[in-house]
C-alpha cells in the first residue's frame, strides 16, 4: 500500500510540477524578479563567479571549446552567462597565443517543459543569440538525459534540482554525463538557519508570495506550490551527501542571503 502511495504522490509530483511551469511560463521573468528583489540575477552572476573562483575546488572554468549542460535551464539564464564567459576568455586568448576554440564550444539547454524552452528561446533572439549554433534547446528529463556518458565538461542546474521527483536519479545522470574532471553546480533555494531571519522569511513565503503568485500572475496554488516545495528539499548538509552518494567528490557548498539560497558544488573525478 505504501509503495503505491508513493507512486501516486510522485506522479502527481510530476504532473504539478508540469502544470506549474506550463502555467508560470509568461510571467516568470517578472515575478522572479519581484519575488527575489532582482537578487536572482546576483545569484546567477554569483553561480559563475564561485565557478571562477580560483581557490575554491568548485571551479567551472569555462573555456572555450567547452561542452556544457544547462538542466532546467528552460530560462537560458544561466546558458547565456556560460556563453558570455566563454566568450570573454575567447577573445582574451585571441589576445595572446592560445588558439580559439570557440567554435567547438557547445551549451545544451535541457528543460522538461516546451513552455520554459520557448521563453529561453525568445530570450536568446532577443539578445542577437539567434546566430550562435553553439545553443542548443532540447527537451528532456533530469532524470533521463539523452546524452552520452562522459561528454560533459560542466553541468550546472538553476533552481531545477527542487522540482524533479527523484533528485537521486537527477545526480547520478548528471555525474553519468560529466566526463572525468567535469564539474556538478547546483544554484537552489535553501534553507534559513538564522533566527529572527527564519522567522521573517517564513512570513515572507508563506503569505507574501502566495499573494503576489494571486494578484500578478493570477496563480496562487503554482506559488503555493513553490513555497512548499523549498520546505521539503532537503538541507543543505543532507543535499551535499546526496551529492557525494551519487559518486562526486570535494562536495562542497556556498549559502547565498543567510541559506535562502545555496550553492553547491562537485567533481566527477
Ligand atoms: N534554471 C532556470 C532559471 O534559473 O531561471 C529555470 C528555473 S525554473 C524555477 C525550474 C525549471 O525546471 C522549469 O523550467 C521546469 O520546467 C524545469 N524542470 C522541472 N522538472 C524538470 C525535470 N525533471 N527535468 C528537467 N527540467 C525540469
Redesign the pocket.
Same mark, same amino acid.
Given at each position: 500500500l505504501s509503495s503505491g502511495y508513493k507512486q501516486v504522490r510522485e506522479e502527481e509530483k510530476?504532473r504539478l510540477?508540469?502544470n &506549474? %511551469?506550463s502555467s &508560470?511560463?509568461s510571467s516568470?521573468d517578472l515575478m !522572479?524578479d519581484l519575488m527575489s528583489v532582482g537578487l536572482?540575477r546576483l545569484w546567477?552572476d554569483r553561480l559563475l563567479l564561485l565557478a571562477l573562483t580560483v581557490s575554491l575546488v568548485s571551479k567551472l572554468n569555462p573555456f572555450p571549446g567547452m561542452k556544457h549542460l544547462?538542466?532546467?535551464?528552460?530560462?537560458?539564464? &544561466?546558458a547565456f552567462r556560460v556563453l558570455e564567459r566563454v566568450k570573454s576568455v575567447g577573445h582574451r586568448a585571441m589576445q595572446g597565443t592560445l588558439t580559439d576554440s570557440e567554435e567547438d564550444t557547445h551549451i545544451y539547454v535541457?528543460?522538461? !517543459?516546451p513552455?520554459?524552452?520557448n521563453?529561453?528561446k525568445k530570450r536568446a533572439t532577443e539578445r542577437g543569440y539567434n546566430d550562435e549554433h553553439c545553443l542548443s534547446w532540447i527537451q528532456?528529463?533530469?532524470?533521463a538525459l539523452s546524452f552520452e556518458d562522459g561528454s560533459m565538461d560542466g553541468y550546472t542546474?538553476? %533552481?531545477?534540482i527542487?522540482? &524533479?521527483?527523484h533528485i537521486e536519479k537527477?545526480l547520478s545522470e548528471a555525474y553519468r554525463v560529466l566526463k572525468r574532471g567535469g564539474r556538478f553546480l547546483c544554484?537552489e533555494l535553501s534553507h534559513v538557519d538564522v533566527p529572527v531571519f527564519k522567522q521573517i522569511y517564513d512570513v515572507y513565503s508563506f503569505s507574501v508570495v502566495p499573494t503576489m503568485g494571486e494578484l500578478i500572475a493570477g496563480d496562487r496554488q503554482s506559488y503555493q506550490y513553490?513555497v512548499e516545495s523549498i520546505r521539503r528539499f532537503p538541507n543543505q548538509e543532507k543535499f551535499a551527501q546526496m551529492i557525494q552518494e551519487a559518486g562526486f567528490e570535494r562536495v562542497e557548498y556556498e549559502n547565498l542571503v543567510g541559506g535562502v539560497v545555496a550553492i553547491h558544488s562537485g567533481l566527477k573525478l
Open positions: 510530476s510540477v508540469g &506549474v %511551469f &508560470v511560463a516568470y !522572479n536572482h546567477k544547462d538542466v532546467a535551464g528552460g530560462t537560458g539564464d &544561466v535541457c528543460d522538461i !517543459n513552455n520554459m524552452l521563453v529561453g528532456g528529463d533530469a532524470e542546474i538553476a %533552481f531545477g527542487r522540482n &524533479v521527483t537527477a544554484l513553490l
